[in-house]
């Protein structure tokens, strides 16, 4: 058990789990078509956190459903581990056995936790081992061990009923682990719970990835559960993915409707003769005083529009809208000088006149 694992280390260049080529779902009902996947294409690497992101209806379900064939995709390929899914649900003869063995190495987490009532916290960690056909002995060893894992070692004896959803879900998560999978599938595991449980469940989830080097796709309609546990996003709108990444690079990528999304920043500027920066903290240069350095160095005075700090996977990062006195090409020294401090410098908008120095990072169409 890769124990203590550096997280980050482990996701720079971790080997694709999960892919998705061209995936496309459409759902037929009394004559009307439903596209609820329109090509998707998801690269989530070994050993990290991925948050699916998007509003209701985007296909984020629909999405995680096809990824351990619950839903037939009407077209695309999914491979998990290294295991074409849709090359195994296609052969008609004995596609079954080989399937749910591919499936047994996906664990699935569900909102409403979908525990058996009448069976005990135990019996519901087995059921998955009964299906697999593992003995009884051993099942039980397994099961005991998983509620362990979960902090739940003294309830393997209680009913469903009787637990909270916090716990429900941890027993939710032994389940789901009760076949060694290399993979975690989560649809919305803490949107039925409070803010304090999810905080306890998120924590679970990011030790289990971390302990066992367990990769997780995860869908989510809370910004605050990509910012605490999610490595890489994606947003999803109207079936399609329309921006992924790592969250630290997203951060830094002008014009991201995800980084909007978990760092708010506004405002404008206050007079045509200023510039508008926005700047992106991370690592070493969240903590350096850069904006004061700026001020005493060049002698100007910088008005801060708008700003949000936070912690992304338990590195500090923030970004800040600042506003400098006088055109860009005036602030061509100050603008580089806060690049050199290894920090992210967006021109959120320019007075008007010819940029000096266009630079990749200006936004199209900013003027
Ligand atoms: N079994 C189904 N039959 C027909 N249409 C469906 C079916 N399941 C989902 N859809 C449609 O597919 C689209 C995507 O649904 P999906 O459940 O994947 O969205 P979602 O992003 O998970 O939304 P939410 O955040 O509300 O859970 C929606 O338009 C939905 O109505
Ligand atoms: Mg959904």
Known sequence: MPGGTNRRALNSDGNPVITTTDLTKVYRSRGREVTALDGVDLHVREGEVYGVVGQSGAGKSTLI???????????????????????????????????????????????????????????????????????????????????????????ARAYPAQLSGGQKQRVGIARALAGDPKVLLSDEAT??????????????????????????????????????????????????????????????????????????????????????????????????????????????????????MDTVGGHQVGRMRIELPGRFEENVVPIGFLREQGLQVDVAAIADGPRANPTPLLKEGAK
């Open 65 to 155: 459903r096809c990824v351990n064939l619950l839903e037939r995709p009407t077209s695309g390929t999914v491979t998990v581990a290294g295991q074409d899914l849709t090359a195994l649900a296609g052969r008609r003869q004995s596609a079954g056995s080989a399937l749910r063995q591919a499936r047994s190495r996906i664990g699935m987490v569900f909102q409403h936790f979908n525990l058996v009532s009448s069976r005990t916290v135990r019996d519901n960690v087995e059921l998955p081992l009964e299906i697999l056909g593992v003995s009884g002995k051993e099942r039980t060893r397994k099961a005991l061990e998983l509620l362990e894992l979960v902090g739940l070692g003294d309830k």
């Open 191 to 308: 949107s039925a719970l409070d803010p304090e449980t999810t905080r306890s469940i998120l924590q679970l989830l990011r030790d289990l990835n971390e302990q066992l080097g367990l990769t997780v796709l995860l869908i989510t309609h809370e910004m605050d559960v990509v910012k605490t546990i999610c490595d890489s996003a994606a947003l999803m709108r109207d079936g399609r993915i329309v921006e992924s990444g790592k969250v630290s690079e997203l951060l830094a990528t002008p014009g991201s409707e995800l980084a909007q999304e978990l760092f708010p920043v506004g405002g404008v500027a206050s007079s045509e003769d200023r510039t508008v920066v926005d700047v992106t903290f991370q690592g070493e240069a969240a903590t350096k005083p850069v904006i004061s350095q700026l001020s005493r160095t060049y002698n100007i005075d910088i008005s801060i529009l708008g700003a949000a």
